[in-house]
């Protein structure tokens, strides 16, 4: 997000030719989908400092909109992550999203296997 050497479009087209894309109308809308994000992101952290002065001012009755009230289509990344509207992690969150990897002997296969076919669908 810091990143304002690059933009959008470069990013889908880019994006498109690593992934071997070539109908054209991908790249644009891949752009689009990142502004409206960016868009959406920088409006919460706007309506975010707006209403954090407005507590420590100790106004109330003044309500603002967060970005998901507004109706914009858009996904609200920010909120989905996390509460504070930050969707990066911390290096102490990192551990806990790595992979894990469990080594299970023929025995322990079995009897995953087997609950798993019992289990309804």
């Given at each position: 997000m810091n990143?304002?050497?690059?933009?959008?479009?470069?990013?889908?087209?880019?994006?498109?030719?690593?992934m071997?894309i070539?109908e054209?109308?991908v790249?644009?809308?891949?752009?689009?989908?990142?502004?409206?994000q960016l868009?959406?992101?920088?409006?919460?952290?706007v309506?975010?400092?707006?209403?954090?002065?407005?507590?420590k001012?100790g106004r109330?009755?003044m309500?603002?909109l967060?970005a998901?009230?507004?109706g914009?289509?858009?996904?609200?990344?920010?909120?989905?992550?996390?509460p504070d509207?930050?969707?990066q992690?911390?290096?102490?969150?990192?551990?806990?999203?790595e992979?894990?990897?469990?080594?299970l002997s023929?025995?322990?296969?079995d009897?995953?296997?087997?609950r798993?076919?019992r289990?309804?669908?």
């Amino acid at each position: 997000m810091n990143n304002f050497e690059g933009d959008p479009e470069e990013f889908a087209r880019t994006f498109c030719e690593d992934m071997k894309i070539e109908e054209p109308e991908v790249g644009p809308a891949i752009a689009i989908a990142i502004r409206e994000q960016l868009y959406e992101i920088a409006k919460q952290g706007v309506a975010s400092v707006r209403e954090s002065r407005t507590n420590k001012k100790g106004r109330r009755g003044m309500e603002h909109l967060s970005a998901s009230k507004v109706g914009s289509p858009a996904l609200d990344l920010g909120k989905l992550f996390d509460p504070d509207g930050s969707i990066q992690r911390g290096k102490s969150e990192c551990d806990a999203f790595e992979p894990i990897v469990s080594h299970l002997s023929n025995e322990e296969v079995d009897a995953l296997e087997a609950r798993e076919e019992r289990l309804p669908r």
